[in-house]
């Protein structure tokens, strides 16, 4: 799969710009605020329906404008189809495909996008959401329906949450709301189906990880990765994530962590509904469902160690890097549209010499590499077959540079 035209009209600082790309590597080259991210946010929206840096799609739209186009011609093999999405400041946006009027949660089945940008630091740095974010788009990316299930997971636990405040603001308590036990069943239902498909998830990636991390490191630090969950008693949450991780270590495995016999449907909605039971008083006093996948945490190790509050910088940028890198490992092994398109936002200025090297040999076999960069030089020569220079939310295509 890749990317063969870029069109948008007022997107960001464009108020209207067309790109061609080619297969293999291609450099968006400019300095900091001309724009060059601002491309690869826009090929990325058709695959997450959503910026890397954003949480709203408003910012997308241009200064002055009510809605911003982003147009994106993809080739699989000799076929191609015509993505569009129009990004409204208010209102539902709406998309097409090959002209089209289509739902806007059509797009990312025709687009598989993988885009690591500075911001993933937060993957292994910041709360637990960040890691659930992760591992829900990717969920998205190699399951559509997955999607389905997660929305409609957030409605009922938003429903619930409401009655629990409700009750909570009536003095209702024990066993004086019956109700909820309707809200208990779905939300084990479709929490169940979430903590399964991200189990499998972690299973799937732990392997292409550990490759890809010895591969950027030139280490082999055993980097692990194991959900913690809240059906199992604990509630990663409500501890600090370093003292979540760090307690994890002390045990040897993940506070809530299900071992593989136990991972059947009917073992997992048996603890969560005994663990439900086990909380209710708290969460009538606090008016908040306490179970569940929405309170769950991906546990990231190097060294037997938590990465978040004990891994070096190099080692942080080296786990996040080896999240994408093994997404991008799983897309591909199952895609009929071919590679993923890797997008790598501004990552090599990062990077000492020898990761620079070892990452550009990693992605270099991509059907499609698209990398942004302040200083052309910062990008291994390897990556640079085609160079796209952007000015002010101008581009200019550049001269193809001879080894």
Same mark, same amino acid.
């Given at each position: ?223 692990? &990765?194991?959900? +913690?969950? #809240?059906?199992? /008693?604990?509630?990663?949450?409500? %501890? =600090? $994530?370093?003292? @979540? ?84 490992? &799983?897309?591909? +092994?199952? #895609?009929?549209? /071919?590679?993923?398109?890797?997008? %790598? =936002? $501004?990552?090599? @200025? ?54």
């Amino acid at each position: 799969m890749i990317v063969e035209q870029l069109s948008l009209v007022d997107f960001r600082n464009y108020a209207v710009a067309d790109v061609t790309l080619a297969s293999g590597a291609n450099v968006f080259v400019g300095r900091n605020g001309q724009g060059k991210t601002n491309l690869a946010e826009a090929i990325g929206y058709f695959a997450t329906l959503g910026s890397h840096r954003v949480s709203q799609d408003a910012p997308m739209v241009r200064d002055g404008a009510d809605a911003a186009i982003v147009r994106m011609r993809l080739a699989y093999g000799e076929r191609r189809v015509v993505l569009e999405a129009q990004l409204n400041r208010s209102g539902s946006n709406k998309a097409r495909v090959n002209g089209a009027n289509v739902k806007t949660a059509e797009l990312p089945r025709h687009a598989q996008v993988v885009l690591f940008a500075p911001e993933d630091l937060q993957i292994v740095r910041s709360d637990p959401s960040a890691r659930r974010r992760f591992a829900d788009q990717l969920l998205i990316q190699r399951a559509p329906r997955m999607a389905g299930v997660l929305a409609d997971y957030d409605r009922v636990l938003k429903q619930r949450n409401a009655l629990l405040k409700s009750a909570r603001a009536r003095g209702i308590r024990g066993d004086g709301l019956t109700t909820l036990e309707v809200w208990d069943d779905k939300l084990v239902q479709l929490g169940t189906e979430v903590i399964r498909a991200r189990l499998a998830l972690a299973d799937e990636l732990a392997m292409p990880v550990a490759q890809a991390y010895t591969a950027i490191a030139g280490a082999d630090h055993r980097p692990e &990765l194991e959900w +913690a969950l #809240s059906i199992g /008693g604990g509630d990663p949450e409500d %501890l =600090d $994530d370093t003292d @979540a991780q760090s307690q994890a270590s002390a045990r040897g495995t993940a506070p809530g962590a299900i071992p593989a016999p136990g991972r059947g449907a009917e073992e997992i909605q048996r603890q969560f509904r005994e663990s439900l039971t086990a909380k209710r008083s708290a969460e009538l006093d606090r008016g908040l469902t306490l179970v569940g996948p929405h309170r769950d945490d991906l546990l990231l190790r190097v060294r037997g160690l938590p990465v978040k509050g004990y891994a070096s910088h190099g080692e942080s940028w080296s786990v996040a890097l080896a999240l994408r890198l093994a997404s991008a490992q &799983l897309l591909r +092994a199952q #895609s009929q549209l /071919g590679d993923p398109i890797l997008i %790598l =936002d $501004d990552v090599f @200025a990062e990077l000492d010499t020898d990761r620079r090297a070892r990452l550009a040999g990693l992605v270099e076999g991509f059907e499609q590499v698209i990398v942004t960069a302040a200083v052309e030089e910062d990008v291994p020569l390897a990556l640079r077959a085609r160079t796209v220079r952007v000015v002010a939310g101008t581009i200019v295509d550049a001269e193809v540079p001879h080894a």
